[in-house]
């Protein structure tokens, strides 16, 4: 028998929840010490629960939890506050940003440097969501996971030019193009020296490195189609 786990005092978010049984939530959080896990919370979803109001997405919490298997028992949550609430741009931002932990981020798998750069990034979003402030995410998590993205140089070691074009070959990196129309995606040198650089003020490379970070996250979700993306696109066409 697997022995009981108790965990207290420990940062973390709230990814997802659903409703379980009449008064209770299981929860999806991200916590710093322990990742992705998920709690049965009883009783958050009786009227008077304490618990109603603070299990928030975006929101920072402090969090306890006990039990065994896959499923743990929340024992306690509470608010820590800082974190202004995401409107508009920045929530559907917000929920692209928990997509990508859903559908990336294994369960109980440490990565500390990755959740201070998400509430790094809520922070940056409570201030004016940003196309950039995505992009760097993107490729945090990338990172994180094993799957950094090649930007020191090209597939034969050369440094990358400026005013060259490549076509990126998942796992392996930029390849030189004889012409920019070589291949379906082609980026500039200079749009991934600005990726590596985290420097998006050139707009012809935020729109380029849009496309690549797209094609390779859609690589390693599966091709999976991300809600958020699909509804704040049907916004904007409305």
Known sequence: MNPRHKVDQQPAF???????SETSLIIDAFSRDHGRVALLARGARRPRSTLRG????????????????????LMKAEWQGGQPLLAGKALFCGYYLNELLMHLLPRQDAHPRLFATYAETLRRFAAGAR??????????????????LMLDADVDGLALDNDAHYAYEIERGPVRLAEPGASAL??????????????????????EAKQ???????????????????????????
């Open 212 to 238: 690549l970070m797209r094609t390779l996250i859609g690589h390693y979700t599966g091709g999976k189609n991300l809600s958020s993306r699909r509804i704040f696109r049907e916004l904007q066409e409305l």
């Open 54 to 73: 603070i299990l928030l997405a975006f929101q920072p919490l402090e969090i306890g939890w006990a039990g065994r298997g896959e499923v743990h028992t």
């Open 131 to 148: 196309e950039s402030d995505l992009r760097c995410f993107e490729r945090a998590l990338l990172q994180e996971l094993g799957y950094g």
């Open 14 to 20: 709230v990814l997802h929840a659903y409703p379980y």
């Open 186 to 207: 082609a980026v500039s040198g200079r749009t991934l020296n600005d990726l590596a650089r985290e420097d998006f003020s050139d707009p012809r490379s935020l729109v």
